[in-house]
């Protein structure tokens, strides 16, 4: 194929029907409702949300093509109002007798002035959207046209499942050759793997180890390994990959596995993201562990300086010790639940004014009815005495309970032993 006429394997073996489709099982397979939809011959205004690489264009063409209605596509990168009034011009004309099937892609890069221009006919019938969106589509499509749509999310495509993919293109590359190559064992479970759910990754991965082999005999597992390096990791910082890696990590320490918390401290760390570590590990140490083991605070702000003055690579190292010590530290959300209800107090309204005896000694001998009247605990014995700090309309609320741990239940059992004498 001349270099002109090049056309990426990826786009040239495109699934045809959704049969031929990889993944997707959850919306696609034998009862799944897109799959009904799509059977039905019925077109409603559809977002196809998910990864790049899941099948989200391959769908909405395989359904245009089931379609009697005339086909326009946009990319939003790279679309703007001029091309949907060009579009818009052609309805109710001899070129688009049915309406019009609008696929857009990356609906996300519209803007809301964008995306209304287009309420008016989707509303009336006229022009039927499939839409798709690597971003949470509830976050970034205008909600007149979320309401008026059904959302369908394309999940990233399983190692086993991509596996058929890459033979399929390994299959049709040796089928051009005159001499086929011959694939070591292991070559197409690697490039599955190494994906990272992007089928149309896995299928650019073959075509290169097709490239670089143009001499030899063989594609070997050692040349897959390079080639893939890097290839399984997604992560935007904009994006849902961003929170949801972050987040599963700072689950992860929450949930006291070490090893969970270290792969996804690994995928962040891959990319540089140390501002996003360091913030949820800082949370962690607080939210997570609290006073089960107050010292995580001091030990973990530690490596997090460790770490940030280190720099990548070697911030891995603290940043490492920091999880390992928060995943398997005691845990106790007692500080969390104290706070959070004193907030929503205040927030409330529920306030009241300061005990006379707490306010400020500066207001004594200036016309109140009696003075301060503190007494100071240091005073007494145990260093306690009774006395009311909340002000009156809060008087018996409490907000902080003992958590269950060896550290909080150790001050319980020295506090109560104190206000008892």
């Not at 993944?23 to 799944?32: M, N, T, V």
């Not at 019925?42 to 093509?65: E, L, Q, W």
């Not at 996003?276 to 089960?292: K, M």
């Amino acid at each position: 194929m001349t270099e002109t006429g090049y056309k990426p394997l990826a786009d040239e073996i495109r699934p045809k029907n959704l049969d031929e489709v990889v993944g997707q099982q959850h919306i696609l397979g034998k009862d799944g409702l897109l799959r009904r939809i799509v059977e039905s011959g019925s077109t409603p205004n559809m977002i196809f949300y998910g990864p790049s690489g899941t099948g989200k264009t391959t769908v909405a063409r395989i359904i245009a093509d089931r379609t009697q209605r005339s086909l326009r596509k946009l990319n939003a990168t790279t679309a703007g109002i001029a091309d949907i009034k060009r579009i818009i011009d052609e309805l109710d004309t001899f070129l688009t007798p049915g309406g019009v099937l609008l696929y857009l892609d990356e609906i996300q890069y519209f803007n809301k002035k964008q995306q209304q221009s287009l309420l008016e006919f989707i509303e009336d019938g006229r022009i039927t959207l499939i839409a798709s969106t690597t971003e949470n589509p509830y976050f970034c499509v205008f909600g007149a046209i979320l309401s008026r749509s059904t959302v369908f999310e394309f999940k990233p495509v399983s190692a086993s499942d991509a596996e058929a993919a890459v033979s399929r293109a390994i299959g049709i590359l040796n089928a051009r050759r005159e001499h086929p190559l011959i694939v070591e064992d292991g070559v197409v479970r690697r490039v599955a793997q190494a994906c990272g759910g992007d089928v149309r990754k896995a299928i650019n991965a073959v075509e290169l180890l097709f490239s670089a082999a143009y001499d030899r005999t063989a594609i070997t597992l050692e040349d897959a390994v390079l080639i893939s390096q890097k290839s399984a990791m997604r992560y935007d910082r904009d994006g849902d990959e961003h929170y949801d890696i972050l987040s599963a990590m700072m689950k992860s320490l929450r949930g006291s596995d070490p090893d969970a918390a270290l792969h996804y401290l690994a995928r962040a760390i891959e990319v540089g993201d140390l501002t996003g570590i360091c913030r949820r590990i800082l949370c962690s140490a607080s939210e997570d562990i609290g006073l089960a083991y107050p010292q995580a605070v001091p030990i973990v702000k530690a490596c997090v300086d460790s770490a940030l003055q280190l720099g990548l690579p070697e911030a891995k190292l603290p940043l490492a010790e920091a999880c390992i010590l928060l995943a398997t530290a005691p845990k106790s959300n007692s500080v969390v639940m104290a706070v959070d209800q004193a907030i929503a107090d205040v927030k409330a309204g529920h306030v009241g004014s300061v005990p006379r005896e707490l306010q400020n000694v500066h207001a004594d001998g200036t016309g109140f009815e009696r003075e301060q009247g503190y007494l100071y605990p240091h005073d007494f014995p145990g260093h306690w005495v009774r006395q009311q700090y909340l002000p009156d309309e809060l008087k018996n609320r409490r907000y902080y309970e003992y958590g269950d741990n060896k550290n909080e239940q150790a001050a319980k059992k020295y506090w109560d032993a104190v206000k008892e004498r």
